[in-house]
């Protein structure tokens, strides 16, 4: 497919935002089981529920430049029964209104506690919205990678690590984002966002390769014989129908040489897992913000890679019929 | 039910590109606006098209047949790309089992076209809508045509006659006993899409001549002569015996 720089903002930023709420959020779940050191700084929340939301805004105005028809993108609410695009057009605000919510809430100091256990965990109102915004938050993960994954042809896709990797990547990078925050309002998580960003990122690398992997020995179903069903081992296009190209030969292919291609999947395996951890290592260490910060540039920026090699990636079987002009 | 569908015959498509033509001279000038067509004499031309005729060689050198094939929508039973729209803009019709796109609800997502095996969807660049063979939809029911003039205008085109146009439901239709009787198979069938488009496959007529078809059992004294005749009165073996 040739990746569209629409999608892979859209997916890429809302990955960001909807990982730094899950952050936000772990940690007010830690402290309200005194896990953690109750109480983070009203900012840390409040704040970081802001650039969360900033981050999905951002992604959805990516989507725009996607649609032909961007007035009638409300239309696209419609068929949610059976699309996952509509059920992700749902999600989305679904996420951002209960976010906003959540961030509000921390910022005017709105909440209750609605019930204290004896071992003095406490259930808040707060609380109650983060856990909606998670299972939103898990919902729209969801949609995201079942667009991809649902297109039983798009081979490269049709597997649960296409969700599975949509979901650990958006979350390692807005843990990292949330690390680096830490260092201005709640210096005394950073070691617990760190570490969670490390073992995220990690994990995401072992389902990520696992699907490098699978993908490596990928059988094609169809072929020439299938899609003209003629039975000979040679099968060859002569002409395609066309001389200038069209929508099928521009939007189904990545156009770029195999060793770009090639290359473009060590550089975000470099800059997505390896380079983000050590900078995180070290800047957990020394308290270091540029480092951290670094890291979580350096994530982003590898993502985008990482994006443009998985839609890249997928083989469509229209291509068969679109080989020699 | 009814599922309105074509059958092309590979063994007369002659790949004259007839239906490529009459199909975007038709559709480009129906009520929906016209389908783009950019640099037609220029140097990349480009446009959208609801039809294309492609050429394949199977087989090697010197051992080579050239296959024309005609590639548009095939109308599947039960197509990928409709489900996946977010907005319900493409849709099956119940009535007939056409896939169609209302342009009006299009939000030019493209989901569709990758929703698609068969490359059968082509975005309008221009109006920024998906766009793909309608069957005619706006001929095959206009009454102010004369009754054999309702058909796609591909079909009308065809000089060979290799597009059959009909109801793939009924079994006694001339597309239904075509592909019955013809060998009538469907493209990719691994996705189950279940095209209604069905095509029929190059058939070589065959004779079969034995070697003792060459030669007369008859006559095995291999003489080129009349038959050796007794006298006009005497009687035959054929009187009495039959082979
Ligand atoms: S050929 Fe493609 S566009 Fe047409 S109905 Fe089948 S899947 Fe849909
Ligand atoms: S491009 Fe149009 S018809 Fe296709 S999925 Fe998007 S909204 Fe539906």
Redesign the interface.
């Known amino acids: 497919?040739n990746p569209a720089f629409s999608v892979i903002f859209l997916t890429t930023l809302i990955g960001v935002g909807q990982g730094l709420f899950l952050a936000l959020f772990t940690g007010q779940s830690y402290s309200a089981v005194k896990l953690l050191p109750a109480a983070t700084s009203v900012e840390f929340y409040s704040i970081g529920g802001l650039i969360a939301l900033l981050f999905l805004v951002g992604g959805l105005i990516a989507s725009f430049f996607?649609?032909?028809?961007?007035e009638?993108?409300w239309?696209?609410?419609?068929?949610w029964r059976?699309?996952?695009?509509?059920r992700e057009?749902l999600a989305l605000p679904a996420v951002m209104g209960l976010l906003f919510i959540y961030a509000l809430m921390h910022y005017m100091e709105w909440d209750i506690v609605l019930f204290t256990s004896e071992a003095g965990a406490e259930l808040s109102v707060s609380l109650i919205v983060g856990i909606l915004g998670m299972l939103a938050t898990f919902a729209l993960f969801l949609c995201t990678g079942m667009?991809y994954a649902?297109?039983?042809?798009?081979q490269e896709w049709h597997t649960p690590l296409t969700v599975i990797n949509y979901t650990l990547l958006g979350t390692a990078s807005g843990f990292v984002l949330a690390t680096a925050f830490a260092t201005y309002t709640a210096p005394g998580l950073l070691k617990f966002f760190g570490i969670w960003s490390i073992i995220i990122t990690l994990t995401a690398l072992i389902t990520r390769v696992a699907s490098l992997l699978r993908n490596r020995n990928i059988k094609y179903?169809?072929s020439?014989q299938?899609?003209?069903?003629?039975r000979?081992t040679?099968?060859?296009?002569?002409?395609?129908?066309?001389?200038?190209?069209?929508?099928?030969t521009r939007?189904?292919n990545h156009h770029m040489s195999a060793l770009f291609f090639k290359s473009i999947k060590w550089v975000f395996l470099v800059l997505v897992f390896v380079v983000p951890s050590i900078l995180i290592w070290a800047g957990i260490e020394e308290a270091n913000r540029t480092l951290l910060f670094s890291a979580f540039i350096v994530q982003y920026i590898g993502l985008i890679a990482e994006r443009w090699f998985f839609f890249a990636q997928a083989n469509?079987?229209?291509?068969i019929?679109?080989q020699t002009v | 039910m009814t599922q309105l569908a074509l059958v092309i015959d590979l063994n007369v498509c002659v790949g004259c590109?007839a239906c490529?033509t009459s199909c975007k001279e038709w559709n480009t000038s129906g009520p929906a606006g016209s389908m783009c067509d950019d640099?037609p004499y220029g140097?990349?031309?480009?446009?959208?098209?609801f039809n294309?005729?492609?050429?394949?060689?199977?087989?090697?050198f010197p051992l080579t047949e050239?296959?024309h094939?005609p590639?548009s929508c095939l109308h599947c039973e039960d197509p990928?790309c409709?489900?996946?729209?977010?907005?319900?803009?493409s849709y099956k019709r119940e009535s007939d089992g056409i896939v169609l796109v209302d342009y009006d609800?299009?939000?030019?997502?493209?989901?569709c076209?990758?929703?698609?095996?068969?490359?059968a969807r082509?975005?309008d660049?221009h109006?920024?809508?998906m766009k793909k063979c309608t069957l005619c939809v706006d001929r095959i029911y206009d009454e102010e045509l004369p009754e054999e003039e309702r058909k796609p205008a591909c079909v009308l085109a065809c000089p060979t006659s290799a597009r059959l146009f009909g109801d793939v439901h009924d079994s006694e239709s001339e597309i239904s006993v075509a592909i019955r009787e013809e060998g009538g198979?469907?493209?990719?069938?691994?996705?189950g899409t279940k095209p209604s488009n069905h095509?029929l496959?190059?058939r070589k007529i065959r004779k079969h001549i034995h070697k003792d078809e060459l030669e007369r059992a008859d006559n095995p004294l291999n003489k080129e002569q009349r038959k050796p005749h007794g006298p006009i009165d005497a009687p035959t073996l054929d009187d009495s015996t039959s082979w």
């Open positions: 497919m996607h649609l032909g028809h961007p009638r993108a239309r696209a609410a419609a068929m059976t699309s996952w695009l509509s057009v667009i649902c297109i039983k042809f798009l179903k169809s020439a299938t899609a003209i069903g003629v000979h040679k099968v060859k296009q002569i002409a395609m129908g066309m001389m200038g190209g069209s929508v099928n939007d189904f469509h079987p229209q291509n019929y679109y | 590109h490529v640099n140097k990349d031309p480009t446009g959208t098209f294309r005729v492609q050429t394949y060689e199977v087989g090697e050239t296959v094939f590639k990928p409709v489900p996946v729209c977010p907005t319900g803009a609800k299009c939000i030019g997502c493209r989901y076209s990758w929703a698609c095996p068969y490359g082509e975005i660049e109006q920024k809508v198979y469907q493209l990719m069938p691994e996705w095509y496959p190059r």
